[in-house]
């Protein structure tokens, strides 16, 4: 029995032993070195510290050695402790960088470590290292001779350092983080890589310092792959008698937020005091940088004293921190978006806020059900967001808030929704006005007018009305009653046809046609057997050349009913580009607006809704020249445009009667009571009247003793002398106009008629001529028409007055200006006989507006031959009555002076 047991014990020895126990081989990476190759197929080799034979590798622990039998897995021997494999690649295809690999090898006496395989890790880095930050910490040395080298990478590296050599090959220093142990013959040095390296200069280092120098330290580094980062150089300087300073202080400027943290740096180790006599320190003491939070401040602006006292004694150093606490939230007053949209793919918006201080806004955009579509983002006033999904029928919302400088943050605000819609949409398609075709046939009846329409969409009404020589509804199409069009209607007449037609977007083409209808009686019956055509007596097609189909006759664009109605002549072409009424708009373009509002401006009257802003300017700004509620409000760009540079606004020289390109008037005082033209101007007095509010104290004096020059009840405490001068021409004033209706209405005497009266029945019983017009203007003078009082809204009264005002005086500039550029207007002016300079008054020298005017006039040899008529009255009415005629067809600016000369007496 014990025989067997020892055989089997033997047996199991012989088994169990190679296989079953643990025997360990020490292997070691020599290449590559570091275990990092920057190639992805390179060599590698092993070290055993045992003599072995052969060794293998594979990619799992649990493979036995015998069982790895690939040729590319099996090292081959330099010798007994050196084994390789030329250029591996096993990371070659690999998406990974990295590869842990497993090897196993047989000793000389047949020993193999098969539970005690070698664990290696191989990884790929093609990149060179690069230094993102190197410096010396301080950068001045001023307190004692010791510094810091600081070098960070983005790889793990081993860097070295040199004052002298740039290389790395070269450097003789490595940082104290370097080497871990010492080297050996294959391991090429162990090394320590890091992403920092430090190392601290002192006066006993490898690289000494010394007092009162400057350094320059080239450093470089290498990471495991052996690659060399670009070489970066350190400066700083030692200087121990350097003075005392206070680097940084904060806060400043805006800031915001419950609590304020001060805070202090300086260049060397101190103590810091803050606040009234400094009597407040620092927490942390014997440091460069100090800090404290408090809350104690006020709102607005702030001043917190500081002092520091240095460890190493010398001159203590002060500073003040300054800083404005902001507390308030910003606001924003609006988002401006479209109500609308086309587009799936973008939303944009502008912020509006009174805050001028506004760092930026942060939105948000929404969709109704409040789903995010744009999360929270910064932008500035203006922001476009593009590439979005939108969902057409979807409605989506901008959520805002603003940041100011302080960075305190405002509450949000929602816009309104923008709505998107699909391409075929009403308001996404080109809405464009449907065309329209007129036509026309001759019949036995008349002429029969065909109206049809051509649109993207469909024309959903057709409406039309004629106007005869005799039609009582109305004069002029955009007044009279409209009828559908079911069936062309036919004109026997001369006619206007009017036609407005409609299309299912609701834009609309208005116009009219002219027609002229001319064939006598078809007494013969000549025209039955001829139907298409309307003919003359002679059974002859008519083709009369008078009988056009507009009553355009110029071809100038605009009807003749339309010119003769507003004075121009419809014979005459040129007209279309004339403005009589200076308004900006030409005659052609008044007409035109018939195409949008349905009737036209007048030609002659600059502002044709009376609101106090011309034509041209409304429809520049885009508002209606003839609904006098829609004008337009100026900007505060118009508010504060100063043209001239004189330091009066140009709308607020307008609304005083001042040249808003003459920078010299603002200085200038009109009325001569001791305010200059911009002082009254700005204060709203008149510049006219040295007295504003007549109440018998002029502007200056009121303004001197503090009284209202605006209000008669507001006057300074006048004597007797004042007031006896106050009254006495407010009788006078009286008196005269009493005397002067007496005397108009007292009866004139029978003694001064010495014609009989069977001379008077004789004149009588003869034919009365006709009165001619100028006769007319002079015997009877028709009464002013009484103006129609447009309806205004009770607070708009004084405004259009004001406007109208401004009007006026633009105007009066346009004179002065064609008058000032004229050089033979300015050579008249300058050379005047010397008997009228005499006369002059020499107080003042100043030409007033009625003479400019005058002047003006007289150039014009029209208007000078009107005045040398018009001084011989008696002679002249029947060749006035002549001339009138003559240019009864001229330009509407003749008649219009002519009838002015008449009303005002001057004859």
Request: include cysteine; charge should be negative.
């Amino acid at each position: 029995m014990n025989n067997k047991l020892i055989i089997f014990v033997c047996i199991l020895s012989l088994v169990v032993i190679p296989y079953g126990l643990s025997y360990e081989i020490n292997i070691t990476l020599t290449e590559p070195v570091y275990g990092v190759s920057k190639e992805f197929v390179f060599d590698l080799e092993i070290y055993t510290e045992q003599e072995t034979d052969e060794c293998k590798y594979s990619n799992s622990p649990l493979l036995n050695y015998s069982e790895i039998q690939a040729q590319r897995n099996i090292f081959q021997n330099i010798n007994n402790h050196r084994h390789r494999i030329e250029d591996f690649e096993d990371l070659k295809n690999s998406e990974n960088t990295e590869k842990k690999i497993y090897i196993k090898c047989r000793t000389i006496t047949g020993e193999i470590n098969e539970n005690d395989s070698v664990e290696l890790t191989l990884m790929v880095d093609t990149t060179p290292p690069e230094i993102t930050s190197a410096a010396a910490v301080p950068e001045n040395v001023i307190e004692k001779l010791q510094t810091e080298l600081r070098v960070e990478t983005q790889d793990e590296t081993y860097c070295k350092y040199d004052d002298e050599f740039e290389e790395y090959e070269d450097m003789r220093y490595t940082f104290q983080n370097g080497l871990s142990y010492e080297k050996d013959p294959y391991q090429k040095g162990n090394l320590l890589f890091s992403h920092l390296s430090t190392q601290i200069l002192e006066e006993d280092t490898e690289l000494e310092i010394i007092d009162k120098n400057n350094y320059a330290v080239y450093v470089s580094c290498m990471n495991r792959a052996q690659d060399i980062s670009s070489t970066r150089e350190i400066d700083f300087s030692v200087n121990l008698e350097a003075n005392n300073l206070i680097e940084e202080i904060s806060p400043s400027g805006l800031v915001s937020g419950d609590n304020i943290t001060l805070y202090v740096r300086t260049n060397k180790n101190s103590v810091c005091y803050y606040g009234e006599e400094y009597s407040n320190k620092f927490p942390v003491e014997h440091t460069k940088e100090h800090e404290i939070t408090l809350s104690d401040f006020s709102s607005g602006e702030n001043q917190v004293p500081v002092k520091c006292v240095y460890d190493l004694g010398g001159v203590d150093r002060f500073a003040s921190i300054e800083f404005v606490w902001d507390k308030n939230p910003p606001e924003i007053l609006n988002i401006h978006t479209t109500n609308f949209t086309c587009q799936t793919n973008e939303l944009s918006a502008e912020f509006i806020s009174e805050d001028k201080d506004i760092s930026y806004f942060e939105y948000r955009i929404s969709d109704s059900e409040n789903n995010t579509i744009v999360d929270w983002a910064n932008s500035d006033e203006k922001v476009k967001e593009t590439g979005l999904s939108l969902v057409i029928n979807n409605v989506y919302y901008w959520n805002v808030r603003p940041v100011d400088a302080a960075a305190n943050i405002g509450s949000i605000k929602q816009s309104k929704g923008t709505a998107v819609f699909s391409e075929n949409h009403t308001f996404c398609r080109n809405n464009t006005p449907p065309k329209v075709n007129i036509s026309e046939t001759n019949t036995t009846s008349g002429k029969e007018i065909s109206l049809s329409c051509v649109d993207d969409g469909y024309c959903s009404s057709k409406k039309y009305f004629i106007i005869y020589e005799n039609t009582t509804e109305c004069d002029r199409c955009s007044n009279c009653p409209m009828k559908y069009y079911y069936y062309p209607p036919v004109i026997t007449a001369d006619s206007v046809f009017c036609y407005v037609v409609s299309d299912n977007d609701g834009a609309q083409t208005i116009g009219n046609m002219s027609f002229r209808y001319s064939c006598t009686n078809d007494k013969d019956g000549c025209c039955i057997s001829n139907e298409d055509n309307i003919c003359d007596k002679d059974c002859a097609e008519n083709i009369d050349p008078d009988c056009d189909k507009t009553l355009d006759k110029d071809d100038d664009g605009m009807p003749d009913e339309w010119e003769s109605l507003h004075g121009l002549n419809p014979s005459y072409y040129y007209d279309y580009d004339e403005d009589p009424d200076q308004d900006g708009l030409t005659n052609f373009r008044e007409y035109n607006l018939t195409l949008i509002y349905l009737n036209s401006t007048d030609p002659n009257n600059e502002d044709t809704d009376g609101d106090g802003y011309s034509d041209g300017e409304e429809i520049n700004k885009k508002t209606n020249p003839l609904n006098i509620e829609d004008f337009p409000i100026p900007s505060e760009d118009d508010l504060s445009k100063d043209t001239d540079k004189d330091g009066l606004p140009d709308l607020k020289e307008e609304e005083c009667g001042l040249n808003f390109k003459d920078p010299l008037d603002a200085a200038k005082d009109y009325d001569g009571d001791g305010l200059n033209n911009k002082e009254e101007c700005t204060r709203g007095f008149n510049i006219q009247k040295a007295d504003s509010d007549g109440d018998g104290f002029d502007d200056f004096e009121e303004f001197q003793k503090g009284t209202d020059p605006l209000s008669r009840d507001d006057k300074p405490e006048g004597s007797i002398i004042s007031l006896f001068f106050y009254i006495i021409p407010v009788i006078l004033i009286i008196g005269g106009v009493v005397f002067f209706f007496l005397k108009k209405t007292k009866k004139p005497s029978s003694k001064k008629s010495s014609t009989p009266k069977n001379i008077n029945k004789k004149k009588r019983s003869e034919p009365v001529k006709k009165a001619g017009f100028i006769e007319r203007k002079l015997m009877h003078k028709k009464p002013e028409p009484k103006p129609v009082k447009k309806e205004t809204r009770p607070d708009q009264g004084h405004a259009i007055f004001k406007r109208r005002h401004l009007l006026k005086n633009r105007k009066r500039n346009r004179i002065f200006d064609e008058f000032l550029e004229k050089p033979d207007l300015k050579k008249q002016k300058i050379i005047k006989p010397k008997k009228r300079i005499i006369k002059q008054p020499v107080k003042k020298q100043q030409v007033s507006v009625f003479d400019r005017l005058n002047e003006l006039v007289t150039q014009n040899k029209t208007f000078l031959k009107l005045d040398v008529l018009l001084k011989k009255k008696p002679e002249t009415i029947s060749r006035l009555n002549d001339l009138h005629e003559k240019y009864i067809n001229k330009k509407q600016a003749i008649l219009k002076k002519l009838e002015s000369i008449i009303n005002k007496d001057e004859l």
